[in-house]
């Protein structure tokens, strides 16, 4: 199994809609991230949160909200989907003593019709 | 803010060697980071610099200077399996990964 695991994998949904993706994860780390990545563009940080009461925002969070509910969860929420949020959604945690080495999920990938 | 700027494309021959540059602007630096990415993939972590210098491991050595924001990723006897985009990042104290745009890497025969 792995120790990463994002729900869903793949998902169509049309503008307006509310969704959800979800985390877990099961390497006992305290930090997970959301990223989105869209060709040329790169893996751009949307959230990250450090422990369970810790939440910050990253470059691009306009449209996007999170929840931390457990140390091996970490869900990320389109209250209202648009286009352009179209994108392979990763998600991926670190250890404290080492914050640069992620281990990244499988990634989600959304289109917004 | 940070700024991070590498290649978006090379070309190498099976057998050869290639270089891949990453230039990065930022303040609280803590470390530069490599990730490949094959097609359809999640990102793997590859290598790290936090001091000036190269790093070695495997076919696979890294590089830093600091006061040139400088770093790169030096890839020997490519074999075709490293096809894949390879990714700079740069860790801020306190904060997450941000990551350059990525290059992507084509090994031919």
């Known amino acids: 199994d792995a120790d990463v695991t994002q729900t869903p994998r793949n998902r169509i949904t049309k503008t307006g809609k509310r969704i959800m993706l979800e985390c877990s994860q099961t390497?006992?780390?305290?930090?997970m991230y959301w990223y989105r990545q869209d060709p040329g563009l790169g893996l751009r940080l949307i959230y990250y949160?450090?422990?369970?009461?810790?939440?910050n925002k990253g470059e691009i969070s306009d449209g996007y909200s999170v929840s931390r509910q457990a140390q091996a969860k970490f869900s990320l929420s389109l209250e209202s989907a648009i286009p352009n949020q179209t994108a392979l959604y990763f998600c991926a945690t670190s250890e404290v003593a080492y914050p640069g080495e992620l281990f990244f999920g499988e990634g989600s990938r959304l289109t917004v019709l | 803010g940070q700024n991070i700027d590498q290649p978006t494309e090379m070309t190498a021959t099976e057998g050869a060697i290639v270089q891949i540059n990453c230039t990065y602007q930022t303040s609280g630096f803590n470390g530069l980071f490599w990730y490949q990415q094959h097609a359809g993939e999640a990102p793997t972590f590859l290598s790290y610099n936090v001091l000036d210098g190269l790093e070695e491991k495997g076919r696979f050595s890294s590089f830093l200077s600091r006061s040139k924001g400088y770093s790169y990723l030096l890839l020997k006897e490519l074999q075709m399996k490293d096809s894949a985009s390879y990714l700079c990042?740069?860790?801020?104290?306190?904060?997450?990964?941000?990551f350059g745009k990525g290059t992507t890497l084509s090994v031919s025969s």
């Open positions: 390497k006992g780390h305290d930090r």
């Open positions: 990042a740069v860790h801020q104290a306190g904060t997450a990964l941000i």
């Open positions: 949160s450090f422990d369970v009461k810790d939440i």
